[in-house]
């Protein structure tokens, strides 16, 4: 699978949309990114996925470039409640593909007042 | 949805005790589970894959006589920490697959997680 780049830690103003980059330039015609996050001791939650078109869903959107080096998600209105280690991952289709997940470092989200 | 559960949600051993954590899908019947340590400030590691029926595949690193897996039915994984240590303190994560899902979207659904302090 391939290995993603992510910064370490971001802050957002609650209210305002919060973009969290994420560099895969190694990825394969057949990997999927996906986000995930954790909030503090919890399991991580899925958050949203896509292969190469740009995806909404009630959470968040996924903006992949078209090259597919890298993509952003985005939260559109951050609540403090939003605070949370944001994770990309980038591998092939959980159909008839198991579903290990490797995890990196992630994106450390703190939204402030 | 899908619903994956985790018991204890905490627990406390002595060192060289051993102690069992369940893992159990609630609406669906998974084959492949997952096992994931967490230690504090740090990422997910995974340990092994629980497979129904068969021997547990571990990570590379991980000691199987250690962390013993035994997934018996499509609705149960265990991990038992053999004669634990301060240093097996650590949040263990599990996840599961729902092959009733025949989509590539999110089919992984993690558990809440159980947080173990050997002292």
């Known amino acids: 699978d391939a290995k993603t780049t992510q910064p370490p830690s971001m802050d957002c103003a609650e209210g305002r949309a919060a973009n969290l980059p994420c560099n895969h330039s190694?990825?394969?015609?057949?990997?999927?990114v996906y986000w995930y996050r954790q909030i503090h001791s919890q399991g991580p939650q899925y958050i949203i996925h896509?292969?190469?078109n740009n995806e909404t869903n009630e959470m968040a959107s996924l903006i992949i470039t078209e090259d597919r080096k890298s993509s952003t998600l985005i939260l559109p209105h951050a609540t403090l409640r939003d605070t949370a280690v944001y994770y990309c991952?980038?591998?092939?289709?959980?159909?008839?593909?198991?579903?290990?997940?490797?995890f990196g470092q992630g994106t450390e989200l703190s939204v402030k007042p | 949805g899908a619903v994956v559960s985790q018991h204890p949600s905490w627990v406390i051993c002595k060192s060289g005790t051993s102690v069992k954590i369940e893992c159990r899908s609630l609406d669906f019947q998974a084959t492949t589970m997952f096992w994931y340590r967490q230690f504090p400030k740090q990422s997910l590691m995974l340990m092994a894959t629980s497979n129904e029926g068969s021997k547990a595949t571990y990570e590379q690193g991980v000691e199987k006589d250690k962390f013993l897996i035994n997934h018996a039915s499509l609705t149960l994984s265990t991990l038992t920490v053999t004669s634990a240590h301060p240093e097996d303190s650590s949040f263990y994560i599990c996840s599961a697959r729902d092959p009733g899902q025949l989509t590539s979207g999110n089919t992984i659904y993690f558990g809440e997680g159980s947080w173990l302090t050997v002292v």
């Open positions: 991952i980038v591998r092939v289709s959980f159909y008839n593909q198991g579903g290990k997940l490797i």
């Open positions: 190694t990825i394969s015609g057949n990997e999927y």
């Open positions: 896509g292969l190469k």
